[in-house]
């Protein structure tokens, strides 16, 4: 946890009604100055809501928000120390890119010439010197994005806030501008919040992630750790390709081990400091990268878990292969692999297979 | 760049150590003195604009909704030499419904009611082919076409028809030498038949309007799907315009059926001797300095009117009409 | 023009019809113009072009004065009314009511100007009286006349009259608009006012335009209700009444509706003219970038 004085943005059991719905529900969560932070979450969930009300353009209905030790929530946008970046739509069509991004510095009736070089210098950082008399409607939609981010970052805010801001681009053009965004933010060095609901977006460019689903905030850590170590069954079905089976504690041994009923099967799993009580429901995942297809007549050894289950169809993405196979209950499994040279593995549909994976990584949910 | 205490307004914000500005409004100077008052009490400006956007609903209330609201009651009041006094009497409706006037305001509304249709039959097309068959940028400059006439004073419209339809107006006179007719024909004008040309010409715009409006309502992708499938022209017409711009086309129905009863100048320019409609009835009952009267005569339109509205928003959801604009 | 299978004769056909229509609409002025410029009037056998009855209205006196009543009722019509429904057209964006607002300001579509004229003139009346009540109870006379029927009260029905007209073309107009517009402005530093005026008028500019033209022609025809609202002094379209009504169409009434009529058209043709220019190069860019297929 980021130490006092260096908390960019605190909220305070946060709290959203929209008559009815609820779409955030008492929120706490510390983001460190400097970092950049992600909210990471499905359509819906609220982590929009929630950056929208740490900008100041909705009201909460309880709760507080510090940005910088300073209690805001009275507060609209333009009496914040942060500043957005939009989906779309966002830059003013009647100003040309230089007027669009020198806009909040003439409001501050900074002088003319100033103005000019804050805003050539800004343009340089992201890219786009020379494009200062082009109009919205002549650039691409990177560019936009672009010059959108260099509109804010003149500003000098502290906490730059950034709603879906990839979204409206395509696949390759993303993965480009989070690199950029990365490198713009160590570059500058201030706080960004990023929303989005696409979690390779959030990886690549994330410090510090944090799951919204449901109106509240379900898990927080580094990317690494919510990939390999998701706490959640929510987080373990979101983030990454993972396989999530769900049934009851049969057992729990001296040395953290859970035995667990499927059903049709049981598991075994390390609980990881979790205690569940028998006859609980919990759900346990692993990643499908570390699932393989074994033999069909091996028996579980020492360490391993073992499913039975018929072969579906074989998946080709380039890097890797992907298997799916039905288990007894009608789920659909995956197994991934970096696809190999090879032309397949010749195994037919409905053919009957055994998949399997270490218990060591089978992880545990109890919620 | 100084700091400079602006800005952040009461919220007791301690200074961190940093020479860039605390948030967005620092060096504002006094350009406007009072947008720099809104940034230093946020609060105040939310309840200006509170007022403000007070001020068109409490005008609306104050002289529109209240003055028709209290025309029910003056209904009710005594007549007097030149004014009316407080009271509460039925004279004015019994006088009115056992009058012929009664008479004059129903066939009135069945003139009004003719005419919607024949508005609608010839101006709902239009509608529907401006939406369906002209580019989007250039829809709504052809809608302005339909405002030219609606320029032009409506009276000076009205009026115009006389020379127009009268005995020896132009059209009669083309139609007789073209041979089409051998006599003029009379019944164009000074009839409930010229009232109702009056209105449909007058009032036609607004079927394409709100035709217009009502057809936002049906996207394009609709007509690809039903060509897909091979709907007919009818069938398209009746299962798919018709339901979807149904509220639009009611509302547009409503307006001119209102106005063919309210306004006055129609029977009076065009209907001959004791053409009357509601509009009418009521100007001359003011005068003859009748205001009771005429208040209960508005009293009875109004409550069609809102008859008319309540049976159209139980049967078509009238707020539809307002997705365009939202 | 033409992007699928749908015929072209069709296409053409009902253009056609519609050009007709426009035209069937129109052709009683366009007659009336036509009489306006004959020397002998109406139903003469001879025509003879002359500009003469148009020289005899523009030096009757009181045709002029009536004219001036109406335009600086226009004109104060106009200043009220658009910043008044802009402000409605706002409200009803945000308010949590959006039913009754709509409602309230489309309600005088619905009633006719007769209906609207004398229950306003009731009102006015009453109010009048009810003041002056007021005042001898005090025993002053402050309170004497406010409510007289005269420019206040022709003023009031006309704003009412054309509310709903400039409420409907605003809120069209500012529909196009988008509100991120006014969150990116607030986020860069801006007030409300200065997101406004900064950001969001400069897009509205034509609808806000329109609405002013529009409120001006409105006025400058409306009869009804300010006729029953005007009191002592004439309009100029009481004047043209009262003549057409007293004296039936007179040379002078054919002369003095064309005028009338050339000016609206003027103004309307060259809105279409202007709309024309503005939007035929932008707008076709603009959608070609934002949205190839072409599926709005």
Redesign the interface.
């Known amino acids: 946890m980021p130490e006092k004085?260096d908390i960019a943005v605190e909220v305070k059991g946060l709290s959203k009604n929209y008559g009815d719905v609820r779409a955030l529900k008492s929120i706490d969560l510390q983001i460190g100055a400097g970092e950049y932070f992600v909210l990471l979450g499905p359509s819906g969930g609220g982590k929009t809501t929630l950056l929208r009300l740490i900008?100041?353009?909705i009201r909460p209905t309880a709760g507080e928000i510090f940005l910088?030790?300073?209690?805001?929530s009275?507060?609209?946008?333009?009496?914040?120390?942060?500043?957005?970046v939009?989906q779309?739509?966002?830059?003013?069509?009647?100003m040309n890119v230089q007027t669009n991004v020198g806009?909040?510095l003439r409001?501050?009736?900074?002088p003319k010439v100033e103005i000019r070089e804050r805003v050539d210098a800004m343009l340089e950082m992201v890219g786009l010197t020379g494009y200062g008399e082009r109009m919205p409607?002549e650039l691409s939609g990177g560019q936009q994005q672009r010059v959108?981010l260099a509109?804010?970052l003149v500003?000098?805010?502290?906490i730059l806030l950034l709603d879906e801001p990839l979204a409206a681009l395509d696949a390759k053009l993303r993965k480009e501008m989070c690199i950029e965004l990365k490198r713009i933010q160590e570059k500058v060095g201030i706080t960004f919040i990023h929303v989005t609901h696409n979690q390779e977006e959030a990886m690549t460019v994330a410090d510090d992630l944090a799951i919204i689903s449901g109106g509240k905030l379900l898990e927080r850590g580094k990317a690494r750790d919510l990939y390999e170590n998701p706490i959640h069954r929510f987080t373990a079905e979101f983030i990454g390709e993972n396989n999530v089976f769900d049934g009851h504690v049969t057992a729990v041994d001296g040395e953290g081990h859970v035995m667990v009923d499927l059903g049709y099967t049981n598991l075994t799993v390390h609980g990881r400091d979790q205690m569940p009580g028998v006859g609980d429901k919990v759900s346990i995942s692993v990643r499908s990268e570390l699932v393989q297809l074994v033999d069909g007549n091996a028996m579980a050894a020492q360490g391993q878990e073992i499913l039975s289950g018929t072969h579906r169809e074989t998946v080709y993405l380039g890097l890797t292969t992907s298997e799916l196979v039905r288990l007894p209950n009608g789920q659909e499994l995956l197994v991934r692999q970096l696809s190999d040279g090879s032309g397949g593995n010749g195994i037919k549909v409905d053919e009957a297979v055994q998949i399997s994976w270490r218990t060591v990584d089978g992880r545990l949910h109890v919620s | 760049m100084g700091e400079s205490p602006g800005g952040l307004g009461k919220s007791g914000l301690t200074n961190p150590v940093s020479t860039s500005p605390k948030n967005k409004n620092e060096g504002r100077g006094g350009r406007n003195p009072a947008s720099s008052l809104f940034v230093r009490y946020p609060r105040l400006g939310d309840t200006a604009g509170k007022i403000l956007f007070a001020v068109p609903v409490a005008f609306m209330c104050l002289f529109f909704a209240l003055p028709l609201a209290l025309t029910y009651v003056w209904s009710f009041f005594e007549r007097t030499m030149f004014w009316m006094k407080p009271g509460f009497t039925l004279f004015s409706y019994h006088n009115f419904f056992t009058s012929a006037r009664l008479e004059n305001f129903l066939a009135s509304m069945g003139h009004s009611s003719i005419s919607v249709i024949v508005a609608f039959i010839f101006g709902f097309p239009i509608a529907v082919f401006i939406r369906r068959r002209i580019p989007q940028v250039a829809q709504h400059r052809v809608i302005l076409l339909f405002i030219l006439p609606f320029a032009v004073s409506e009276i000076i419209r009205i009026f115009a028809l006389r020379p127009f339809l009268q005995r020896n107006g132009l059209v009669n006179n083309i139609l007789l030498e073209l041979g089409v007719i051998s006599e003029p024909i009379t019944a164009i004008l000074y009839t409930p038949m010229g009232v109702i040309i009056g209105e449909v010409l007058s009032f036609l715009p607004f079927i394409v309007f709100a035709g217009f409006l009502a057809m936002e309502a049906v996207p394009k992708y609709v007509f690809e799907i039903c060509e897909d499938l091979g709907a007919s022209q009818y069938r398209v017409f009746v299962d798919v315009i018709l339901p979807l711009a149904a509220p639009g086309i009611f509302a547009g129905s409503v307006f001119i059926f209102v106005n063919g009863l309210g306004v006055a100048l129609l029977p009076n320019i065009l209907g001959g001797p004791g053409a009357v409609n509601a509009g009418l009835i009521a100007t001359q009952a003011i005068t003859a300095l009748d205001f009771p009267l005429a208040m209960a005569v508005n009293a009875i339109m109004m409550t069609t009117l809102l008859g008319l509205l309540y049976i159209g928003h139980k049967l078509f959801d009238l707020t539809k009409i307002l997705s365009p604009m939202s | 023009m033409q992007d699928d299978y749908s015929s072209l004769w069709g296409y053409r056909l009902k253009w056609l019809y519609t050009l007709l229509v426009v035209f069937t609409l129109m052709a009683p002025v366009f007659y009336v113009m036509y009489i306006s410029f004959n020397e002998n009037g109406f139903g003469a056998r001879d025509y003879v072009f002359t500009l003469d009855w148009y020289v005899v209205i523009f030096s009757d006196l009181l045709l002029l004065e009536s004219f001036l009543n109406t335009l600086v009722l226009a004109t104060i019509t106009v200043v009220v009314v658009v910043p008044m429904g802009l402000v409605a057209a706002k409200h009803y964006k945000i308010t949590r009511y959006p039913l009754a607002v709509v409602s309230l300001m489309l309600s005088p579509l619905f009633v006719p100007a007769d209906i609207l004229g004398s229950a306003l003139l009731v009102f006015f009346k009453n109010l009048n009286k009810t003041f002056t009540l007021l005042g001898e109870s005090f025993s002053v006379n402050w309170f004497d006349n406010w409510f007289d029927l005269g420019y206040f009260s022709a003023i009031v029905g006309l704003i009412i009259y054309t509310l709903p007209y400039v409420f409907v073309v605003i809120l069209i107009t500012m529909a196009r608009y988008k509100d991120q517009q006014t969150e990116a402005a607030r986020s860069c530093g801006a007030t409300a006012w200065q997101a406004f005026w900064h950001v969001e008028f400069p897009q509205i500019r034509a609808g806000i335009f329109s609405a002013c033209s529009f409120t001006i022609i409105l006025t400058f025809n409306e009869y009804t209700r300010t006729s029953l609202l005007k009191g002592g002094y004439d309009t100029f379209t009481s004047v043209l009444v009262s003549q057409m009504l007293n004296e039936g169409m007179s040379e002078q009434s054919y002369a003095m509706s064309a005028m009338v009529s050339y000016i609206a058209i003027a103004i309307i043709g060259s809105i279409i003219l202007l709309t024309l220019v503005r939007s035929e190069r932008l707008e076709q860019v603009a959608r070609a970038k934002a949205d190839p297929m072409g599926a709005t």
């Open positions: 004085n900008g100041g353009f910088h030790s300073a209690e805001v009275h507060l609209p946008p333009n009496g914040r120390p942060t500043s957005m939009f779309s739509f966002a830059l003013f069509p009647h806009y909040g409001l501050r009736n900074m409607h959108q509109r804010s500003l000098e805010v502290k």
